[in-house]
């Protein structure tokens, strides 16, 4: 834990959450030579989780955090996609041309990152309750559960989707669209009969998507209009299987057997979040030398398999810019909160336009939208992202 109640520690960075992006901002400190911290509030390393698809703006990023060479031996690289329409007999087939794209399982991604750290980096059971300004330095200062507090020169929030550090920045709540995902990993000991191609295959108002991981873990899931009745099945994992199994019944023999024999560990279900890109837009992302990163930041969809590759270019932005700053002696506030502000510019209008990108796709999908505002979505869609895979070329740059 933290400490004695009332105690103060004092420390330079301090990350909240050792999530992907909480440790992956960890380590593009570390590589620039700047001490850190991560608090996580587990009492162990949460590698616990499905999947996650990793794209070219991804990797470069992993490259530049030096792990990228180590994760490709986790998994294939994602040859191909297909769309399958199958109450219109309609399939579309598009080989993966704009770069490398993997799916890797979560706990290999964070494992590999916490791995690559020093040893004493992340302090588990931690877990912070407020945030607050000290009047006389004007750093922040964070309270923990147990009564003590960690002063440090800069605080970085990674606390994901219902972040305590972004309530702090007084950012807009969060918003639900009326969508469900369920995920899940299948084992195949035998290995699965499956091209590596990410395929997703629509019925009615069911998505079903499947990747694979490497020749015998497949990645899939199960987009569907939210229903009050995924909160109850959302609380046991064999009640999610069996609710999934029904939902994919008249797709084809391979998904039903796919969900009928999923690793009950890996499966979850979450009604999809989102914060809105005007928010995104208008959003304060820094008070004093406080700010965000990944989810904490800009929580999007996953209909264009982002969220990840995202976090990973603001740990090397945020890191890259706060460098110089930190590495001065003294520390001069003043510019410690310009280097955030540089950090904020460079990534307001890349998160925008992905959280533009998901948004409309939310609203395509969405059952409850009316077919004006689908065609005025398909409209934008075709004047603004033509390309669809285009924010895939984005390169975070060097650290």
Same mark, same amino acid.
């Given at each position: 834990?933290?400490?004695?109640?009332?105690?103060?520690?004092?420390?330079?960075?301090?990350?909240?959450?050792?999530?992907?992006?909480?440790? $992956?901002?960890?380590? $593009?400190?570390?590589?620039?030579?700047?001490?850190?911290?991560?608090?996580?509030?587990?009492?162990?390393?949460?590698?616990?989780?499905?999947?996650?698809?990793?794209?070219?703006?991804?990797?470069?990023?992993?490259?530049?955090?030096?792990?990228?060479?180590?994760?490709?031996?986790?998994?294939?690289?994602?040859?191909?996609?297909?769309?399958?329409?199958?109450?219109?007999?309609?399939?579309?087939?598009?080989?993966?041309?704009?770069?490398?794209?993997?799916?890797?399982?979560?706990?290999?991604?964070?494992?590999?990152?916490?791995?690559?750290?020093?040893?004493?980096?992340?302090?588990?059971?931690?877990?912070?309750?407020?945030?607050?300004?000290?009047?006389?330095?004007?750093?922040?200062?964070?309270?923990?559960?147990?009564?003590?507090?960690?002063?440090?020169?800069?605080?970085?929030?990674?606390?994901?989707?219902?972040?305590?550090?972004?309530?702090?920045?007084?950012?807009?709540?969060?918003?639900?669209?009326?969508?469900?995902?369920?995920?899940?990993?299948?084992?195949?000991?035998?290995?699965?009969?499956?091209?590596?191609?990410?395929?997703?295959?629509?019925?009615?108002?069911?998505?079903?998507?499947?990747?694979?991981?490497?020749?015998?873990? /497949?990645?899939?899931?199960?987009?569907?209009?939210?229903?009050?009745?995924?909160?109850?099945?959302?609380?046991?994992?064999?009640?999610?299987?069996?609710?999934?199994?029904?939902? /994919?019944?008249?797709?084809?023999?391979?998904?039903?057997?796919?969900?009928?024999?999923?690793?009950?560990?890996?499966?979850?279900?979450?009604?999809?979040?989102?914060?809105?890109?005007?928010?995104?837009?208008?959003?304060?992302?820094?008070?004093?030398?406080?700010? /965000?990163?990944?989810?904490?930041?800009?929580?999007?969809?996953?209909?264009?398999?982002?969220?990840?590759?995202?976090?990973?270019?603001?740990?090397?932005?945020?890191?890259?810019?706060?460098?110089?700053?930190?590495?001065?002696?003294?520390?001069?506030?003043?510019?410690?909160?310009?280097?955030?502000?540089?950090?904020?510019?460079?990534?307001?209008?890349?998160? /925008?336009?992905?959280?533009?990108?998901?948004?409309?796709?939310?609203?395509?999908?969405?059952?409850?939208?009316?077919?004006?505002?689908?065609?005025?979505?398909?409209?934008?869609?075709?004047?603004?992202?033509?390309?669809?895979?285009?924010?895939?070329?984005?390169?975070?740059?060097?650290?």
């Amino acid at each position: 834990m933290g400490g004695a109640e009332g105690e103060v520690k004092q420390e330079e960075i301090v990350i909240v959450g050792a999530g992907i992006c909480g440790l $992956a901002t960890a380590l $593009a400190f570390h590589r620039k030579g700047i001490r850190c911290i991560v608090l996580e509030r587990a009492e162990s390393l949460r590698s616990s989780g499905v999947a996650i698809t990793i794209l070219p703006n991804g990797w470069r990023a992993l490259h530049q955090l030096n792990v990228a060479s180590i994760l490709r031996k986790t998994a294939c690289p994602i040859l191909g996609t297909k769309d399958i329409w199958l109450d219109k007999n309609k399939q579309k087939d598009m080989p993966f041309i704009s770069g490398e794209a993997r799916c890797l399982k979560r706990s290999d991604l964070i494992d590999t990152l916490y791995h690559a750290l020093p040893p004493d980096v992340v302090k588990f059971g931690h877990q912070i309750i407020s945030v607050k300004l000290d009047p006389q330095t004007s750093y922040p200062m964070v309270q923990l559960q147990d009564g003590s507090f960690i002063a440090a020169k800069v605080l970085i929030g990674c606390d994901g989707a219902k972040s305590t550090v972004a309530d702090f920045l007084e950012l807009k709540p969060t918003k639900l669209f009326d969508l469900c995902s369920i995920r899940g990993l299948t084992n195949y000991p035998n290995c699965h009969p499956f091209a590596h191609d990410s395929v997703r295959m629509r019925r009615n108002n069911v998505s079903v998507g499947r990747i694979p991981i490497d020749s015998k873990l /497949v990645y899939w899931f199960v987009a569907h209009p939210w229903m009050q009745a995924d909160n109850i099945a959302s609380l046991d994992t064999e009640l999610i299987r069996q609710y999934t199994f029904n939902l /994919v019944k008249g797709f084809p023999k391979d998904v039903v057997e796919m969900v009928k024999n999923s690793d009950l560990d890996s499966l979850c279900s979450t009604r999809i979040r989102y914060r809105a890109p005007w928010d995104l837009l208008l959003g304060s992302f820094r008070k004093g030398t406080v700010t /965000v990163a990944g989810d904490a930041m800009h929580v999007m969809g996953p209909y264009l398999g982002q969220g990840g590759s995202v976090g990973l270019e603001d740990a090397i932005v945020l890191a890259r810019n706060l460098a110089k700053t930190m590495s001065s002696t003294p520390t001069d506030p003043t510019n410690v909160k310009e280097a955030i502000d540089h950090y904020v510019k460079e990534r307001r209008m890349r998160i /925008v336009q992905l959280s533009t990108q998901t948004y409309l796709t939310g609203l395509l999908i969405a059952e409850s939208t009316s077919l004006l505002v689908k065609f005025a979505c398909i409209v934008l869609m075709v004047i603004l992202f033509r390309k669809a895979s285009g924010q895939t070329k984005y390169d975070c740059g060097t650290l």
